[in-house]
């Protein structure tokens, strides 16, 4: 019976130009960004992945949540496939937050308001 190994980050790129070559040959080419976001989330699968291996209880990550974040349910999704479910939630708030923009604004108009 063949072995299936867990994917290796060396595989990433390699998964990574076969799903870009089947969507130029079905006639849907996907963008740069499109190719480096299923890179980084191939990338991210290996690492979670390997940290489910060696015996990790808990993953402590950051998602966006409510009208802010379209994504949110297949950000959830991602985890809950792999096995972790959401057993903290944390709400904070900040006076500045450098590097993200969409909460720097709503931490802005919230102080608007206040």
Not at 37 to 46: F, K, S
Not at 63 to 75: A, R, T
Request: proline share 4%.
């Amino acid at each position: 019976m063949a072995q299936i190994r867990p994917m290796e980050e060396r595989d990433s790129e390699r998964v990574r130009d076969l799903w870009l070559q089947m969507c130029a040959e079905a006639g849907t080419p996907l963008s740069a960004a499109s190719s480096q976001l299923i890179l980084a989330n191939l990338r991210q699968y290996e690492a979670v992945t390997f940290l489910q291996a060696r015996g990790a209880g808990s993953i402590h990550t950051r998602i966006c949540v409510g009208k802010e974040c379209p994504e949110e349910g297949e950000l959830r999704s991602f985890w809950n496939l792999l096995g972790w479910e959401n057993d903290m939630t944390l709400y904070s708030i900040y006076s500045n937050v450098p590097g993200d923009p969409v909460l720097q604004r709503i931490w802005d108009e919230y102080q608007a308001h206040t």
